[in-house]
């Protein structure tokens, strides 16, 4: 009975120590987190934020057989850029520092009279914005918007008016801060500067470039 009685005096002093082993150690062994902290972009001063857009533009072949197609778009200094389409796709690269607007929209005018039969038509926008910071990489997730898909088979006689009807539904403009805000700007802005030429299709003439490379 006494070896027995020793015997568990012996197991329990082990086990006592087992425990404070377990419990010691430095603050440096502690256990790390399972679940790793939210990712935070190293660069947050709001003034060294710049806006990389990506503009886009989509056309049916007959569309450009009828009529001439012009793009225009904000550009990185803040000005109107004319650029007429010669192909069905078209796209751009701009950054734009912020706090800025950017936008763009689809002009077609018809090339002159046209034959009778009838005309695949359509047209479509689109702008990718994404946030960069002072050393152009990318430090908030980015967006893509669309115009309606202007999609119609006409008769020539029913050309003009639908031409019309894409340039007032193949436009985009937005205004953005330097604080991830984006917001739908008006229909009639004209670019980053403090003039205000503006047209009902949404953006002005005054100043735009012919730019076709």
């Known amino acids: 009975m006494k070896i027995q009685n020793i015997m568990n005096m012996l197991l329990g002093g082990l086990m006592v120590l087992g425990s404070l082993t377990a419990c010691g150690g430095s603050d440096g062994d502690s256990v790390p987190a399972t679940t790793p902290a939210p990712y935070q972009p190293e660069s947050q001063t709001k003034d060294q934020i710049s806006l990389k857009v990506e503009y886009a533009a989509t056309v049916s072949q007959q569309l450009l057989d009828v009529a ?23 796209t751009k690269t701009v950054n734009i520092a912020l706090p800025a607007k ?5 002009l077609p005018t018809l090339k002159g009279a046209v034959s009778n039969g009838e005309y695949a038509l359509a047209a479509k926008g689109r702008m990718t914005y994404t946030w960069l910071d002072q050393n152009g990489q990318q430090i908030q997730a980015g967006h893509t918007e669309e115009t309606p898909d202007m ?9 003009g008016q639908y031409l019309g009807a894409i340039a007032a539904n193949c ?3 937005r ?25 009902s299709t949404g953006i002005s003439n005054e100043g735009a470039t012919d730019d076709n490379r």
């Open 151 to 159: 999609e119609a088979v006409l008769n020539a006689d029913g050309l």
């Open 175 to 199: 205004a953005f801060t330097k604080d991830y805000t984006v917001t739908e700007t008006e229909g009639n802005w004209g670019g980053n500067s403090d003039e205000d030429n503006t047209q």
């Open 171 to 173: 436009q985009l403009a």
């Open 102 to 106: 950017a936008g763009m929209d689809i």
């Open 68 to 90: 001439n197609v012009t793009v225009r778009y904000i550009g990185e200094n803040g000005q109107v850029v004319s650029e007429q389409m010669s192909s069905t796709t078209w």
